[in-house]
C-alpha cells in the first residue's frame, strides 16, 4: 500500500525557536495533504488543507502565521510552528490524499517545547 | 455541518469474544463515505474498514464487519474473536466523497477499546 512518512517523529525545541515537520508521500504524488493536530486521549483536529502549488486553507481558528505550510512539491508538504511555545507542544498528523482519493496517514511527530 | 458521534469513550472486551462500538452521524448528503479507523499506541492511523453510502450491502473485513444503517445514520463497528492487537483508539469518520480530494475527513471523539485477556 501507498507509504507517507512523517519526519522527524519526535522534536524537542526551546520555546521561540521554529521547527519544521516533513510530510512526504513515497510512492505515488499526493496534489492534496491534510494536517492534523491530536492532544493527549482526544480526536485528530483538522489544521489545515495543503494543497500543490498553492496556499493552504486553514480551519478557522488556527494561526495561518503560526502553523506554515508549504506544499512545493507533489510528495512533500511541510509544516513549519513558528516561535513555538509550550502550549504549541502536541502530536501532528499529515494525510495524504492518493489517486484514487483514498486517504494514507503519516506516523506522527511529537512535539515536545521546553 | 457534518457531525460524527461516538457515545461510548471506552469500552472492554474478554478476549475471543465479540464487541460492538457504536456510531451516529449527520449530514444532509445522499452520498458519502464512511470510515473505522484505529489507532494503536504507536499512534499510526490505519484504516479498518470503509463503507459507501450508496451500498445497501454492509462492508466486512475480515473479523471486522459494520452495521449501516442509512435511514437512521448510524454506522456500528463489530468486532467477532477479540485479539489483543485489537486493543486501540477506534475513531469513525465522515468523508462526503473520495474524488473531490479537497474533502475533510470529520472523526469523531473515539473509543478506547481494551482487551481483558
Known amino acids: 500500500g501507498a507509504v507517507v512518512s512523517q519526519h522527524p517523529s519526535r522534536v524537542i525545541c526551546k520555546s521561540g525557536t521554529s521547527v519544521k515537520i516533513e510530510c512526504r508521500s513515497l510512492?505515488?504524488?499526493?496534489?492534496?495533504m491534510f494536517w492534523y493536530r491530536q492532544f493527549p486521549k482526544q480526536s485528530l483536529m483538522l489544521m489545515a488543507t495543503?494543497?500543490?502549488?498553492?496556499?493552504?486553507?486553514?480551519e478557522q481558528g488556527v494561526e495561518k502565521d503560526k502553523f506554515l505550510i508549504n506544499h512545493a512539491s507533489l510528495t512533500l508538504s511541510t509544516l513549519t510552528v513558528t516561535s513555538a511555545h509550550p502550549e504549541d507542544s502536541s502530536f501532528y498528523i499529515c494525510s495524504a490524499v492518493g489517486a484514487a482519493g483514498e486517504l494514507f496517514f503519516g506516523e506522527g511527530s511529537r512535539l515536545t517545547v521546553l | 455541518a457534518q457531525t460524527v458521534t461516538q457515545s461510548q469513550p471506552e469500552m472492554s472486551v474478554q478476549e475471543a469474544e465479540t464487541v460492538t462500538l457504536s456510531c451516529t452521524y449527520d449530514t444532509s448528503e445522499s452520498d458519502y463515505y464512511l470510515f473505522w479507523y484505529k489507532q494503536p499506541p504507536s499512534r499510526q492511523m490505519i484504516l479498518v474498514i470503509r463503507q459507501e453510502a450508496y451500498k445497501q450491502q454492509n462492508a466486512t473485513e475480515n473479523r471486522f464487519s459494520v452495521n449501516f444503517q442509512k435511514a437512521a445514520k448510524s454506522f456500528s463497528l463489530k468486532i467477532s474473536d477479540s485479539q489483543l492487537g485489537d486493543a486501540a483508539m477506534y475513531f469513525c469518520?465522515?468523508?462526503?466523497?473520495?474524488?473531490?480530494?479537497?474533502?475533510?475527513?470529520?472523526f469523531g471523539k473515539g473509543t478506547r477499546l481494551h482487551i481483558l485477556p
Open positions: 469518520a465522515y468523508r462526503r466523497s473520495l474524488v473531490g480530494r479537497d474533502d475533510k475527513i470529520i
Open positions: 510512492d505515488f504524488q499526493a496534489t492534496t
Open positions: 495543503s494543497n500543490e502549488g498553492s496556499k493552504a486553507t486553514y
